[in-house]
């Protein structure tokens, strides 16, 4: 069917923590006591969570060729006419989805602002998942002969064979999305650090809103860096779907089950706390001020 494709065509067509308490702003003063329980925190895990969170996950009629047209839809690369006509081929109803509110509505309805957020959120956080084996290895026949009771008979084994086009093709589509995360991740990260003593909350719903004004960007940023050559990745390790890869380009990326770490000329460049080599540090109104009181009025234990 059309639409239906694997992960990597969805990042290939384009090449919720919310807080309802008030915001600092950058250059309000904060009380002595409020600047004394400050706590340093690095940013980029903060960052992570978050989009982690804005990412949509895929259940029930919320499947990967939702998002992939989706995604199409927000670079402007297919119609919302082109998407109706696959629904119906898929025995969908475009008339019977709500514009709002249903898993299926940014297919229908015009907020483009919002697709472009959704879809830019899911590539982002997709880079933390399993990688697909499927999208690169193939099945293919071979027949050999044996002789069995005097008789010659002919039997196909299948053999698993890596593709290496294919797998050059999602290395690359990874590639393009680790530095284009490491870049605006870099931008977010900067604009936090400039608004010291808000809430984990408060950082939270600044993320959200800085990532949906830049979404737009971010997209043609991925489509920038994909650059896919025969000779200009290599898969060194693969289990289970951790793996590892290097480039060409001096870039080394690693995944298993508890982390990512993207590193570039030795660098880290996207894991470890860091983004981009540097360690952006937020600080962080964790606690409120009536604990941090009553720890430092608090009488001696004898």
């Known amino acids: 069917m059309l639409f239906k494709k694997s992960l990597v065509i969805v990042a290939l067509s384009l090449m919720s923590a919310g807080c309802d308490n008030a915001k600092s702003q950058p250059n309000e003063t904060v009380s002595t006591t409020a600047q004394a329980t400050l706590i340093p925190m690095p940013a980029l895990p903060i960052i992570q969570n978050t989009l982690r969170q804005m990412a949509p996950t895929l259940q029930g009629e919320f499947d990967l060729s939702v998002i992939q047209r989706i995604c199409l839809l927000a670079r402007g690369e297919v119609t919302l006419e082109r998407v109706r006509h696959s629904l119906i081929n898929d025995g969908v109803d475009p008339d019977s989805i709500p514009m709002q509110g249903h898993p299926l509505s940014y297919l229908v309805n015009q907020d483009q602002a919002g697709r472009q957020t959704l879809c830019a959120a899911w590539l982002a956080n997709s880079v933390t998942l399993p990688l697909d084996r499927n999208e690169f290895v193939e099945k293919r026949p071979r027949e050999i002969i044996e002789k069995e009771n005097k008789k010659t008979l002919t039997k196909t084994l299948w053999d698993e064979t890596i593709v290496e086009e294919q797998l050059n ?3 690359a589509s990874k590639m393009s999305l680790l530095r284009a995360n490491a870049e605006f991740y870099a931008l977010i990260a900067n604009e936090l650090a400039q608004k010291r003593g808000q809430t984990l909350d408060q950082y939270a719903a600044e993320v959200k809103s800085t990532f949906a004004a830049a979404a737009p960007y971010y997209l043609k940023r991925v489509q920038e860096h994909f650059s896919p050559s025969a000779k200009g990745y290599q898969l060194t390790a ?12 001096g870039y080394h990326f690693a995944r298993d089950a508890h982390e990512t770490l993207l590193t570039y000329g030795g660098m880290n460049w996207l894991g470890k706390g860091e983004i981009m080599g540097e360690k952006y540090v937020l600080y962080v109104a964790l606690f409120p001020e009536q604990v941090v009181t009553a720890i430092r009025t608090a009488s001696p234990v004898h």
């Open 169 to 171: 093709t999602v290395l």
């Open 238 to 249: 693969y289990q289970q779907g951790n793996y590892a890869f290097t480039t060409d380009g």
